[in-house]
T-cell receptor, first 111, second 114 residues
Framework: GQNIDQPTEMTATEGAIVQINCTYQTSGFNGLFWYQQHAGEAPTFLSYNVLDGLEEKGRFSSFLSRSKGYSYLLLKELQMKDSASYLCAVFNAGNNRKLIWGLGTSLAVNP | EPEVTQTPSHQVTQMGQEVILRCVPISNHLYFYWYRQILGQKVEFLVS????????KSEIFDDQFSVERPDGSNFTLKIRSTKLEDSAMYFC????????????FGPGTRLTVT
């Protein structure tokens, strides 16, 4: 079956660092995406990992371990505008290139 | 920057009515998708479309649903007889398929069935 797990909710303080974890068990794997979604809006692309290791992009970094079926999104220097849901999605290039989504982690950044 | 557009932004309809949700994917993209997100729940895959035909559909995508690409630009999702449980945000996405890896999402259509 297909299973993607993320914590439901997290809370952090402005200026801090937060790590959002994602574990997956899927029948195919060609990469893992992180998307950000503000309430009532479409998901917007944050990062894509296909090889093991850390990808850094400004305040956001994403890590992947394929052998462990594990990824995390690291957000540094948190800002109030980072309050959103963070969605982990596995990409299966052989499966009509569709994304399989986790439930998302709702992050609240407090002053 | 090219973007996916969707119309309308909000559609209210009565149970049993037909609705058509419209999307204009990015022009040189080859793969098109519809996703659904019920309020407070996760994004769910509905259907993928490639080479003018459905390439995969989920269990949600039953006989009440259909997709079309009537011309070179539009991609539509039709729900023949809407049910209360069809109320959700519907997102269209497109993917180049020839390069890159990102699926680009439209802003969504909020469908409310009363």
């Amino acid at each position: 079956g297909q299973n993607i797990d993320q914590p439901t909710e997290m809370t952090a303080t402005e200026g801090a660092i937060v790590q959002i974890n994602c574990t997956y068990q899927t029948s195919g794997f060609n990469g893992l995406f992180w998307y950000q979604q503000h309430a009532g809006e479409a998901p917007t692309f944050l990062s894509y990992n296909v090889l093991d290791g850390l990808e850094e992009k400004g305040r956001f970094s994403s890590f992947l371990s394929r052998s462990k079926g594990y990824s995390y999104l690291l957000l540094k220097e948190l800002q109030m505008k980072d309050s959103a849901s963070y969605l982990c999605a596995v990409f299966n290039a052989g499966n009509n290139r569709k994304l399989i989504w986790g439930l998302g982690t709702s992050l609240a950044v407090n002053p | 920057e090219p973007e996916v557009t969707q119309t309308p932004s909000h559609q209210v309809t009565q149970m049993g009515q037909e609705v058509i949700l419209r999307c204009v994917p990015i022009s040189n993209h080859l793969y098109f998708y519809w996703y659904r997100q019920i309020l407070g729940q996760k994004v769910e895959f509905l259907v993928s479309f490639y080479n003018n035909e459905i390439s995969e559909k989920s269990e949600i995508f039953d006989d009440q649903f259909s997709v079309e690409r009537p011309d070179g630009s539009n991609f539509t999702l039709k729900i023949r007889s809407t049910k209360l449980e069809d109320s959700a945000m519907y997102f269209c996405a497109s993917f180049a398929g020839t390069s890159g890896y990102e699926q680009y999402f439209g802003p969504g259509t909020r469908l409310t069935v009363t």
